[in-house]
T-cell receptor
Framework: EAGVTQFPSHSVIEKGQTVTLRCDPI?????LYWYRRVMGKEIKFLLH????????ESGMPNNRFLAERTGGTYSTLKVQPAELEDSGVYFC????????????FGSGTRLTVV | QKEVEQNSGPLSVPEGAIASLNCTYS??????FFWYRQYSGKSPELIMF????GDKEDGRFTAQLNKASQYVSLLIRDSQPSDSATYLC??????????FGAGTRLFVKA
């Protein structure tokens, strides 16, 4: 079984540019989550999809962040325009059930905004 | 007050000893509790989950939950150098959102 796949693994962009991160969850996992870890801080929740619907987007920092999950398969997280404080590691995770037995995480995308 | 609190460590134990990792949480309505292990530069990996008060054992790992005290712990018996990592406590509330602690760094000395 393929795991959760994220790409790119690294991205370095200039302030003001746009970046799109992609996550492919484990096949059959309806629940997809985006998290972010900023240097020295804990992993913070961004949002949760159930299939193609946003179940909870309370963690999205501001309207520069847009997440989509067309067709309930892969998801994208776009940051536009990027700011310096957006730098960090963006993790995607998926799970089969809402009453989770835990998540399977992707390897993350390390975003550096310069 | 943070929603999930952990001692950042580092916690250093000799090889073969028991490592004890602790976590407290603030939401009394929390239902599910998890321990993840994260090696440097890698993604978190689930090692244990627990829902009910008491102990749950899986190999060298034991998770302990006390909902009245809002306390979760992880014991690692016969610690090995390969157990050296950051251990993340995570708590899922009624909204199915999982909140992570900042993690405790564990060093197991050979």
């Amino acid at each position: 079984e393929a795991g959760v796949t994220q790409f790119p693994s690294h991205s370095v962009i200039e302030k003001g540019q746009t970046v799109t991160l992609r996550c492919d969850p484990i096949s059959g996992h309806d629940n997809l989550y985006w998290y972010r870890r900023v240097m020295g801080k804990e992993i913070k929740f961004l949002l949760h999809f159930v299939k193609e619907s946003k179940q909870d987007e309370s963690g999205m920092p501001n309207n520069r962040f847009l997440a989509e999950r067309t067709g309930g398969t892969y998801s994208t997280l776009k940051v536009q325009p990027a700011e310096l404080e957006d730098s960090g590691v963006y993790f995607c995770a998926s799970s089969q059930d809402l009453e989770s037995r835990g998540y399977t995480f992707g390897s993350g995308t390390r975003l550096t905004v310069v | 007050q943070k929603e999930v609190e952990q001692n950042s460590g580092p916690l250093s134990v000799p090889e073969g000893a028991i490592a004890s990792l602790n976590c407290t949480y603030s939401d009394r309505g929390s239902q599910s509790f998890f321990w993840y292990r994260q090696y440097s530069g890698k993604s978190p990996e689930l090692i244990m989950f627990i829902y009910s008060n008491g102990d749950k054992e899986d190999g060298r790992f034991t998770a302990q939950l006390n909902k009245a005290s809002q306390y979760v712990s992880l014991l690692i018996r016969d610690s090995q150098p390969s157990d050296s990592a950051t251990y993340l406590c995570a708590v899922m509330g009624g909204g199915f959102k999982t909140i992570f602690g900042a993690g405790t760094r564990l060093f197991v000395k050979a």
